[in-house]
């Protein structure tokens, strides 16, 4: 359901991060990534700090796609 109902959040990283780097994987792959990235990391995320989800998550987003990228190319 987290998921779901940040799909937009997902699709607009994922936007930047194609822009900026030119990747070489596709939009689906990507999502894929993202969207492990981002499961993995709310399992992580410690709501005592003063660090908002979606912020403290699409540092791992990006993280994540990058090593991705990097391995493929």
């Given at each position: 359901?987290?998921?779901?109902?940040n799909?937009?959040?997902?699709?607009?990283?994922?936007?930047?991060?194609?822009?900026?780097?030119?990747?070489v994987?596709?939009?689906?792959?990507l999502?894929?990534?993202?969207?492990?990235?981002?499961?993995?990391?709310?399992?992580?995320?410690?709501?005592?700090?003063e660090?908002?989800?979606?912020?403290?998550?699409?540092?791992?987003?990006?993280?994540?796609?990058?090593?991705?990228?990097?391995?493929?190319?």
């Amino acid at each position: 359901m987290l998921l779901y109902k940040n799909r937009k959040f997902l699709f607009n990283e994922i936007r930047k991060f194609q822009f900026m780097y030119n990747s070489v994987l596709d939009e689906e792959d990507l999502l894929s990534i993202a969207s492990i990235g981002f499961i993995k990391r709310c399992e992580h995320f410690d709501s005592s700090k003063e660090v908002k989800l979606l912020t403290y998550v699409a540092y791992w987003i990006h993280s994540e796609l990058s090593k991705e990228i990097k391995k493929n190319q």
